[in-house]
């Protein structure tokens, strides 16, 4: 009789993990508490717009190649993909703009359009963000430790200073960049990572370089596309899955978990438990543990998924808005608490780029605003209100328009629902933060120190937040419960 494994939460790491471990002696189990797989990358369907409710593009293929590959076939044979580019163009309340794009001679005429000296900039920071990403991924991301020693020493002690782990984001692209605004909008990454570009560390200016060298890819139907595929994956190799079956508890006996409890009260046992729930809600409720100290989290979102009846050509899939003040908006968000008055936003329209996700001549409108941590009483319905007039505002300032009466659907999804949907600790869209003291070796493990067969996956945990680092995360858990069993 096969060892039972249980994997609480089907999010795109517990798909991973399952994958990973699908090979093994385990029968596994997902229990899901919600009626599709995914986790915040999710799916809805409103009145024939479809959107996706997370990410809306995917990058860095080779992650999900690889997860393909070890099941015998290849993301490419799996999904239909086009690649967007440019994907993301970014915004400034002065009227000016900047465009991303992986085609380098166009990238380069558009950091030279705003400073001269920035084509060599971007050379110097291409190559540059080459070594970077190289030294991280083959060194660093997936090593399965706590020790801080061995890590650093994983990456070479000729690379540890290269990396720009002992400086800030910002300062690294300072390095290659003279222009402000090319700085800001690299640096943006950084708001999705819980911190800003002058917080974090420099080791992060991989991301847009990441997205450049591998560019960014579609669906076609869509991200959650990917889900269905990986889901169908999972069915063909056995593993089995529990939708709409919420955990109440998992049951515990001295250093040891033994099950869990569904919230029926039907008790189910198995030898091993990996939680993809969020690692502070897994600690909190779950096993109930009231010491445990939740990380820095990333600050939450307000989405809104909006029908329009009109096409938007004049967006691109991506379209990030820049307040007149980054730096403090990123301060008032993340670190006083507060909503600033002239807000950061992005826009997805991806229905410009793949029109079987909204109505003939209609266009579908995912708008997300990052937004603090406030507390369960706090009046978002009245906030989500205020908050979209400001967008229509700002749209209309560069010649966007969306009137109100154009809006003919409509959903919005506050911090607190995402919350309540998801499992999230807080609402925190993204997990844990990434600041120096919440990466690698110091980050939270993937394996519990108190009970020697529970292991944890996701965002909040090792190596990070966004779909492919949690479709590594989910490699790596699956290393520790192999191991766990030698």
Not at 219 to 234: A, I, T
């Amino acid at each position: 009789m096969k060892n039972k494994l249980f994997i609480i939460g089907g999010g795109m790491g517990g798909i991973s993990a399952g994958l990973y471990l699908s090979k093994s002696d385990y029968e596994i189990h997902i229990f899901e508490t919600n009626s599709n797989l995914g986790g915040r990358a999710n799916l809805l369907d409103l009145d024939g717009f479809i959107f996706d409710t997370g990410p809306s593009l995917l990058n860095y293929p080779w992650v999900f190649d690889n997860l393909y590959k070890f099941i015998g076939t290849s993301l490419n044979e799996e999904l239909e993909l086009q690649k967007i580019d440019p994907a993301i163009k970014y915004y400034w309340p002065d009227g000016e703009t900047f465009q991303l794009s992986s085609d380098l001679t166009k990238l380069s005429q558009e950091c030279i359009r705003l400073d001269s000296r920035d084509g060599i900039g971007l050379l110097n920071f291409l190559s540059d963000g080459r070594k970077k990403y190289s030294i991280s991924f083959d060194n660093l991301v997936t090593q399965n430790t706590q020790s801080p020693l061995k890590w650093f020493f994983s990456a070479g002690l000729k690379n540890i200073f290269k990396l720009g782990l002992f400086r800030s984001m910002e300062s690294q692209l300072k390095l290659h960049f003279k222009n402000k605004k090319i700085i800001e909008a690299f640096g943006s990454y950084a708001m999705y990572l819980g911190g800003a570009p002058h917080d974090l560390p420099g080791i992060f200016s991989i991301l847009p370089f990441g997205e450049l060298e591998y560019g960014l890819w579609l669906p076609k139907g869509g991200m959650y596309k990917l889900v269905e595929s990986l889901e169908k994956s999972l069915i063909k190799q056995g593993v089995i899955i529990h939708k709409n079956t919420k955990v109440k508890n998992i049951i515990k006996e001295k250093n040891h978990v033994k099950g869990i409890t569904l919230i029926n009260g039907k008790k189910l046992y198995c030898d091993q438990i990996i939680s993809n729930v969020d690692l502070p809600t897994t600690m909190n409720k779950l096993l109930e543990d009231k010491k445990f100290k939740s990380p820095k989290m990333t600050p939450g979102v307000i989405t809104y998924y909006l029908g329009i009846n009109k096409k938007l050509d004049n967006l691109e899939h991506h379209s990030v808005f820049f307040p007149q003040n980054t730096k403090f908006a990123y301060e008032e968000i993340m670190k006083n608490n507060n909503i600033p008055e002239d807000i950061p936003f992005y826009i997805s329209v991806a229905s410009n780029n793949d029109p079987s996700l909204a109505p003939k001549n209609k266009s579908g409108v995912f708008v997300l605003i990052p937004v603090p941590l406030k507390n369960k009483d706090y009046a978002w319905d009245k906030m989500s209100e205020h908050l979209l007039s400001k967008v229509l505002l700002r749209l209309r300032k560069h010649k966007i328009i969306i009137n109100k009466e154009d809006i003919i659907s409509k959903e919005t999804i506050s911090p607190k629902k995402w919350k309540d949907l998801f499992g999230l600790h807080m609402g925190s869209a993204f997990g844990a933060s990434h600041n120096l003291f919440q990466v690698g070796p110091f980050r939270n493990s993937n394996k519990s120190k108190k009970y020697k067969n529970l292991f944890f996956v996701g965002a909040s945990t090792t190596p990070g937040t966004g779909l492919p680092m949690c479709v590594l995360s989910g490699k790596m858990v699956a290393e520790r419960v192999l191991q766990n069993n030698e």
